[in-house]
């Protein structure tokens, strides 16, 4: 973990990963994992992948790793819950958000990896 995020991602967040079955046109839960991260629960407006304006709930500010591990990219339309809910498997009873949006930004003026913003 950069020393950047070491003081400042101080608290964690649970990640649901999703799939989307086209032939059954249904949605499978992935296994929850956990990031390294900080939080803020702010009304912003936002822009999604595809250009369409949100108003935000909760961001995440990470840089996708737990223990100085790294995690997989979440995607939007998947959730991501405060705090260690990965005892439960379905997002909807940890009380989680659906992503709406994720973006990166360059930390290399400090020497560090990038940073990301997951938006709900």
Do not use: H
Request: proline content about 4%.
């Amino acid at each position: 973990m950069s020393a950047t995020a070491n003081w400042s991602y101080t608290n964690v967040a649970t990640v649901y990963p999703r799939v989307y079955d086209d032939w059954n046109n249904t949605w499978t839960n992935g296994t929850p994992y956990l990031i390294d991260c900080t939080w803020t629960a702010n009304n912003e407006v936002a822009v999604d992948a595809n250009g369409k304006e949100f108003t935000t709930n909760l961001i995440f500010f990470t840089e996708l790793k737990r223990n100085g591990v790294s995690s997989t990219m979440p995607q939007r339309d998947w959730y991501i819950a405060r705090g260690d809910t990965s005892a439960l498997s379905d997002p909807l009873k940890a009380g989680a958000n659906i992503i709406k949006a994720v973006t990166d930004w360059d930390m290399s003026f400090f020497g560090e990896e990038p940073d990301y913003k997951i938006l709900t």
